[in-house]
């Protein structure tokens, strides 16, 4: 007779094997993106229609659906103390990345280098993921690393690859009228108020947050069609960044974490959304700034592919040690 659990030292070896089941049919939808770029099914203008569709109407969806909880003090406070952690870590990354990327003598490279490190694809793969292996809780929790992360991407991240600085003034307009911070802020007065939304508005609101993970898995799926591999395999800045943003990231917020007074399912969101791999942005970005996007490209991709491996590797981690 088989027992459906084992376990390794006292280690329930589900442990290990949901997140990696989650990363493994995460893997298969971008797979199926693959395929439809392949055979011409997505086009690359189609893919960032979709990308603007998911940043802008899906997202804003899922995440005002994640805050429609009971309210209590103690979730009021750790998404406050979440705030306040993640804004170190995000100054913590940045700080770090302009001292290993430093040395890149290509100075379209050392930027691109200095973003990706600092800069998870969050929004696009991270609260998928934390909705498939934390649920709706997990990602009330991974909201403030979102806020955070687009407060910083739109004044910091552009900063880095704008020639003429633009105005404090600007940067604000540009973060305040992003729909995934407004979602945020429209979130947070349901949660706080504990309003209900009418059933005529919130059923179509879950239709769409629903599309959120297949989607945009499939969408990432067609950027790695882009991939080389006799060619973009060789380049070692290219796995010098691949290594700082997949692993060497990940372990330094692994390691702020465990001293921090969250519950594990907050830690965990946060690890989920700071493991995840380079922003697909850094291409937008480079594009915007005039750079060759082969090498963001190529970075990017081969982070997504690498990540197979090691977000499940992280969220195994996560679990023993928080």
Known sequence: MFVSSFFIGGINLMTFLIPTKQVVIMFI????????????????????????????????CLIINSFKQRLTTTRLIQFGVLL???????????????????RIRNEQERTVLKYAGTYTNAGFMGIPLVQAILGSTGVFFAVPYLICYNIFMWTHGINMFQKNHTSLADHFRQVSTNPNIIAAI???????????????????????????????????????????????????????????????????????????????????????????????????FSLMSGYDVKFPTKLMCISTLVAVITIPLMICLGMLAL
């Open 29 to 60: 939808l971008m797979v199926i993106g693959w395929l439809c770029y392949k055979v011409k099914f997505l086009h690359e203008q189609t893919s960032k229609d979709l990308t603007k569709i998911l940043l802008y109407v899906v997202s804003p």
């Open 84 to 102: 306040v952690l993640i804004t170190f870590i995000f100054i913590f990354k940045i700080l770090v990345s302009h001292f290993l990327f430093s």
């Open 186 to 284: 429209i979130g947070l007065i349901v949660f706080i108020t504990q309003f209900k939304i009418p059933t005529l508005i919130a059923t179509p609101m879950n239709y769409i947050a629903d599309i959120n993970t297949p989607l945009s898995m499939i969408v990432i799926g067609t950027n790695l069609g882009s991939i080389n591999l006799k060619k973009d395999l060789i380049n070692p800045n290219v796995w010098f960044g691949v290594f700082v943003r997949n692993i060497f990231f990940p372990l330094c917020v692994l390691g702020i974490l465990t001293i921090t007074p969250l519950t594990q399912t907050a830690k965990l969101a946060v690890l989920i959304m700071a493991a995840c791999p380079v922003a697909g942005v850094v291409v937008l």
